[in-house]
């Protein structure tokens, strides 16, 4: 249990550390903070940690680890498949209910949560053992492994490259429109240091928006129509707040995450939820503190403002099946809780969950895996208390065994029973353990312990049987 305590400690440091941050970024934003008062806005979450630390540990791993790349991937990307589908399939029912009791910000945060599942990747978070194995025979696991990540690869290139056709095509004719209270409203919003985003008039676009996913790329584009200044001013006001909070690389993240569970089409629909909760925190931080009349004139511009917000952009306009919500929400917008203790509770039990679930795969015997298909004869168990060597090693020979997903260091403790055994081989001396359902294994000249599942379980009986009955359940 010491793993799971550790986890715990762990998930709830993060919990309180994520919750508290929460709510210093809500009140940062709606209160203001510094000498001059001003609202300061920032990022959801981490958005980019997720998909950048997945691609650099698989990066680092087929390099240095070449010899357990497979079982290190095939891991880690089982573990943030499973959980991250558990995660929004639970998280999409809850959120319309979750709308009416929390702030539009807390909500869209809450989409992006799983961007710290990385820190669930360290040795320090490893899980003393899971609490369900499920188990796929032969090759299946690597056959889907390799299925998910070719999918996982064309759906982000077919969103990398729809992103980048739309790009251009609101570009192509798009002309700079100089204005002294675009610069006026951005400084307001983004500070006196951020780079200014030019702003242009573009005829393939009925909203307006803005693309890009660095500062130094993005761009805001308004439609070829008519604005007064205060509608100008919201509008800009809205975009502004979305640079400022990096809403395109959450998307981006999003997408990331929808990739990674390309086939669970509860996925896909929990990420257009996300990208509704995206608008309506904007539409939140824009109307905060406005009368009815701004918050009409406001609620009239998404009206009006029907479009396509294809790619990592984020844009005024509203989906129609949202369009109702985002309207009630500016007119008659409700006395909400911050969130911050939702977030916190959400990231506790998304850090503990992790890795509850292993997978079993592949495999083969004993006298495959552990004889390496030789002569067991060749193996002399180096156990004074073993009184039938030959009957533990046909035991051991006769064992279906199946690879584990890494992530867990099985406690021996006082209520785990546990035997382990050495045996000198003509290429050095190795090790196996048993437990309950798992068998390690420690190779000759290895450092590292491989954990097989044991379909069938450890036949205690069966194995006290081959030692002396003073040593019969001994535990380790």
């Known amino acids: 249990m010491e793993g799971i305590f550790q986890r715990s400690i762990v998930a709830a440091i993060f919990a309180l550390a994520i919750g508290w941050a929460s709510a210093e970024r809500l009140r940062k934003e709606f209160e203001g903070s510094g000498k001059d008062g001003r609202r300061l806005y920032s990022s959801f979450s981490y958005y980019a940690a997720l998909p950048l630390f997945l ?35 639970v998280l999409a029912p809850l959120i ?147 640079i400022a909070r990096s809403d395109s690389y959450s998307k981006f993240a999003l997408v990331s995450i ?51 917000g294809r790619g990592f952009t984020t844009c005024l306009s509203a989906k129609a099946s949202s369009l109702r919500y985002r309207l009630k929400n500016v007119m008659q917008p409700a006395m909400k809780s911050s969130g911050a203790l939702v977030i916190g509770i959400a990231t506790f039990l998304l850090i503990l969950s992790c890795g509850q679930v292993a997978l079993a795969y592949g495999g083969g015997t004993g006298e495959e895996l552990i004889f390496n298909s030789d002569d067991p004869a060749r193996y002399v168990v180096d156990e004074s208390e073993c009184t039938d060597p030959d009957g533990l090693k046909a035991y051991i020979a006769s064992l279906e065994l199946r690879e584990l997903t890494s992530g867990y260091d099985f406690d021996y403790g006082p209520d785990i029973q546990h035997r382990g055994m050495l045996f000198d081989t003509p290429n050095g001396q190795i090790y196996v353990g048993f437990f309950d359902n798992i068998l390690e294994y420690l190779g000759p000249g290895s450092r590292r312990i491989v954990y097989y599942y044991l379909p069938e379980g450890t036949d205690w009986a069966r194995l006290d049987s081959f030692f002396d009955d003073s040593t019969a359940g001994d535990e380790a």
């Open 96 to 242: 319309p209910r979750l709308r009416r009791h929390i702030s539009a910000w807390a909500c869209a945060a809450l989409w992006l949560l799983p961007n710290l599942l990385y820190i669930t990747m360290t040795n320090y978070m490893y899980l003393s053992e899971p609490l369900f194995v499920l188990e796929l025979k032969g090759e299946l696991a690597m056959t889907l492994f390799y299925v998910w990540f070719a999918g996982f690869v064309l759906v982000m290139a077919w969103k990398i490259c729809e992103h980048l056709s739309f790009r251009r095509r609101v570009l192509r004719n798009a002309e700079e429109v100089k204005s002294e209270l675009w610069e006026e409203v951005f400084r307001h919003i983004c500070g006196l240091k951020a780079k200014l985003p030019p702003l242009m008039r573009s005829h393939d676009v009925t909203t307006p928006l803005s693309v890009g996913l660095s500062r130094g790329k993005m761009v805001v584009l308004l439609p070829v129509r008519s604005y007064t200044d205060e509608e100008l001013r919201l509008v800009l006001t809205h975009e502004a707040i979305h």
């Open 55 to 89: 691609l650099i540990y698989a990066v680092a791993v087929l390099i240095a680890l070449r010899d357990t790349a497979q079982n290190m991937l095939l891991s880690m990307f089982f573990y943030v498949f499973l959980t991250l589908s558990f995660y929004y399939i």
């Open 258 to 308: 929808a990739a990674l569970c390309w086939f669970n089409p509860l996925v896909w629909l929990a990420m257009r939820k996300s990208a509704e909760d995206i608008e309506l925190s904007c539409d939140e931080s824009v109307t905060f503190g406005a009368g009815a009349d701004e918050r009409r004139r406001y609620a009239d511009l998404i009206l009006s403002s029907a479009g396509d």
